[in-house]
């Protein structure tokens, strides 16, 4: 018989109940016990909708991030936070978010440096190692919900990071070797391996993605060395491998001595003869077969087609997994009341993918005909989308075909550009701006609903949001700002507000999915060919231009970003439909300049995470996407500033693309980084203006102004202090106004002072 698991499940809850939870204990609003208690309550449901498995994930649970649970695991806790006295859980929130509940300003400590897990827009919290880093193994997280799902009658497989993995992960803060460490590291993981047997686990899924990208001949080496050495434990380890294909990993993996390797076979589907040539006759196959990334039902008939000839080869060693952890989708489909029923019908969530695993299961177990009825209403539902006349748009098509290099050219290089844009402008050296949201108050969020519940009128609505963009525009003037922004009051998020004007877009009332912490967004869903009907900032921009004499950015997100938080169609190549959005987007540029707008930032903060796992394959990506961005930006007259931002990301890797990208003046994250980013215009001489982002908004602690001043010092060793620029590292819309204020206050402090110090002249 087929076995059926799962390798993670969302985690925030169907109506984000753990955001709430969270964000209540963090505001000293509740306490540990209700926090612990909700969460108990949270894994209670998860672990039932998943109960018709025959193995659920337990430890896929977390208050914040997985791979910080690990460290604590390991007993890797940076030394700012162990030594310091409380409950373990506001040590942990401290090194997720710089605070917990309670702490007042003076015992802040520096959050953990934050990044993308591989390519998705899950963020985690990133280890931390130096040469003398220790590991003492703390298993009592895991433990103790390993005996909670017992008590509830569950079969499990608890979920752990692989060694390699975990150590690839992270970063060495003093030049270190990070795989030095795996000698000591290795025991660790055997004593918890041999605590899990001794709780009753059987099977572990020890997951090691990194086995789908590029590795060098020493961190091969390391896996060999790893799995050698925790062969002898009493528990039978799957090896879990997702996001890409092994390639020529893929022997190394299949010798590895574990008792069953789980393949991404959505990514990977090419590979799967092959690993079943290589692997030993003894292993168990987990195959990925439902795409945990993305949320188009699975085409369960032609699934069946290529996995019935692989059961006949592996018979009871083959077991059925979505592709990865399911917290990269929302929950339920089924909750869902608003969403067109056609669109719907072409969809499936969390639960309904758990559905499709379980009818490929009882259709290889105890044939076709037992599921007739649900494989025909499948492919009913396949045939709809693809013959849906609501898909294809031939004007869009035509508009596609008809691009070439020329749509990406600004007129002027950019010098030329920054000399009349420095006459038009006249900014002070070290110019402040921020990357555009304010805080979204209770005011505001409760204004939106009514709006959309049609409880609130379209002239009230308008009324309402042009109070708070006024109100914006006097605190940055009150402030000192150089160049302001309107606060995005009327925006639910960058990337769904664009989506819900335009054609192609459909969205979700209850999609959300995390994306670090607390933060969860709700990706709309693109189903067709991509257009702009009309304007979609030109007024709200327009409006907040006349309340200022200061120049007023106008706020737009990119189509490389709108495309990667997005869930994207799956019946086109992804080049294609990114175009599609560079000409909506370019589209709106075009009626900013004309309406008299002379800065037009663009957000390019995804542009990264869609690389390809291996660098081999990232220059097409990086071609086409650069090219969107090009696309749509630079149809402007040489006056009209372009910037750009990006956010939370290793850039040193691709910096000429991002150079090629042509912006004017370009914003990204270095707060947490220390400034580390810059590093690598050390030996790259970064053509345009830049603002390395000098105050960690993902963090409720206020910079001062000394702090900023450090920071921008580092920065001006690198980049000419004429071509600097002095803001946030992200958007403020997560914060509240008592500590945007003050850091902002700082921020503009520290450029002033800035100013005496270096008293640079800018072009102009």
Request: hydrophobic content about 40%; some cysteine.
């Given at each position: ?274 690993v079943i040539d290589w692997l030993p006759a003894h292993k168990v196959l987990s195959l990925g077969v439902i795409n945990g990334r993305n949320v188009w039902k699975t085409d369960l008939n032609a699934t069946l087609e290529w996995l019935i000839p692989v059961y006949q080869k592996l018979s009871s060693r083959l077991w059925l997994a979505p592709s990865c952890s399911l917290l990269h989708v929302p929950v339920d489909l089924g909750v869902e009341t608003q969403l067109d029923t056609e669109v719907s ?420």
């Open positions: 018989m087929v076995t059926t698991h799962n390798l993670g499940f969302p985690r925030i809850g169907a109506k984000r109940e753990l955001k709430f939870g969270l964000e209540s204990y963090w505001k000293g609003l509740s306490d540990q016990e209700t926090l612990t208690s909700l969460a108990a309550q949270l894994r209670a449901l998860h672990w039932q909708q998943q109960s018709v498995l025959d193995f659920i994930p337990v430890g896929d649970f977390s208050f914040y991030d997985q791979v910080l649970d690990m460290s604590f695991t390991l007993g890797n806790v940076p030394e700012r936070v162990s030594g310091r006295e409380g409950i373990a859980l506001d040590n942990y929130f401290r090194v997720a978010r710089g605070r917990s509940a309670g702490d007042s300003d003076c015992s802040c400590v520096h959050a953990g440096e934050m990044t993308k897990w591989f390519d998705t827009n899950y963020h985690y919290i990133v280890p931390e190692f130096t040469a003398d880093t220790a590991f003492n193994l703390d298993a009592s997280r895991l433990l103790a919900q390993i005996e909670e799902s017992r008590a509830q009658g569950h079969q499990i497989k608890p979920v752990i990071i692989g060694p390699v993995s975990y150590l690839w992960l992270g970063k060495s803060k003093d030049a270190s070797d990070r795989l030095a460490l795996l000698e000591r590291l290795l025991p660790v993981y055997a004593e918890l391996l041999n605590a899990l047997s001794e709780a009753g686990v059987t099977w572990v899924q020890i997951d090691e993605p990194v086995l789908v990208t590029e590795l060098s001949a020493e961190w091969k080496h390391a896996f060999t060395l790893a799995y050698h050495h925790l062969k002898s434990t009493p528990v039978q380890l799957l090896l879990a491998t997702y996001f890409g294909a092994l390639q020529d990993n893929l022997q190394l993996t299949c010798e590895l001595p574990v008792a069953g390797l789980h393949l991404d076979a959505i990514s990977a589907q090419d590979e799967v003869s092959r019908n072409w969809l499936a969530f969390a639960l309904q993918k758990l559905e499709e695993l379980q009818v490929l299961a009882t259709a290889l177990n105890k044939g076709r005909a037992s599921v007739e009825a649900e494989l025909t209403e499948n492919a009913e539902a396949i045939a709809s989308r693809r013959n849906s006349r609501r898909v294809h748009n031939a004007k869009v098509k035509s508009a596609v075909a008809e691009l070439d290099s020329a749509w990406g050219q600004r007129a002027s290089d950019y010098a030329q550009r920054a000399t009349k844009q420095g006459k038009l402008l006249n900014l002070p050296a070290f110019p402040t701006t921020t990357i555009g949201s304010f805080p979204q108050t209770t005011e505001i969020r409760q204004a939106r609903q009514q709006f959309r519940a049609g409880r609130l009128n379209t002239a009230d609505y308008t009324t309402l949001m042009q109070k708070e963009i006024q109100r914006c525009v006097e605190e940055q003037e009150a402030l000192g700002l150089d160049v302001l922004v309107h606060g995005e009051a009327e925006r639910n998020d960058m990337v769904e507000y664009f989506g819900e004007q335009l054609e192609g877009y459909i969205f979700s009332q209850f999609g959300w999915v995390q994306s670090y912490g607390s933060r969860c967004v709700k990706p709309p869903i693109i189903y067709g060919d991509i257009a702009r009907p009309s304007a979609m900032t030109v007024t709200w921009t327009g409006y907040a231009q006349s309340l200022t004499q200061k120049p007023m950015k106008g706020m737009l997100t990119g189509p490389v970003t709108i495309l990667n938080w997005s869930f994207v169609r799956d019946d086109q190549p992804r080049a294609t439909t990114c175009y599609q959005l560079a000409l909506a987007i370019r589209e709106e540029v075009l009626e900013l300049e004309k309406s008299g707008v002379q800065i037009i930032q663009i957000d390019e903060a995804a542009l990264r995470e869609g690389l390809p796992l291996r660098k081999s394959q990232w220059q097409s990506y990086l071609d086409w996407a650069v090219a969107s961005f090009r696309i749509a930006a630079n149809g402007v007259k040489d006056e009209t500033q372009i910037h750009t931002h990006m956010c939370y990301s290793e850039f040193n890797d691709i910096i000429q693309a991002i150079a090629d990208m042509d912006a004017d003046v370009i914003t990204i994250e270095t707060s947490r980084s220390d400034m580390e980013l810059l590093d690598v215009f050390d030996d790259f001489r970064y053509p345009n203006e830049i603002g390395p982002g000098v105050y960690d908004i993902h963090s409720p602690n206020i910079p001062s102004e000394t702090q900023v001043v450090k920071l921008m010092k580092k920065a001006a060793q690198r980049i000419p202090v004429e071509r600097l620029w002095v803001n946030p590292d992200c958007g403020l819309k997560t914060r509240q106004w008592d500590e945007v204020r003050p850091a902002l206050k700082n921020m503009v402090a520290a450029a002033q002072a800035l100013r005496k110090a270096y008293a640079p002249v800018r072009a102009n």
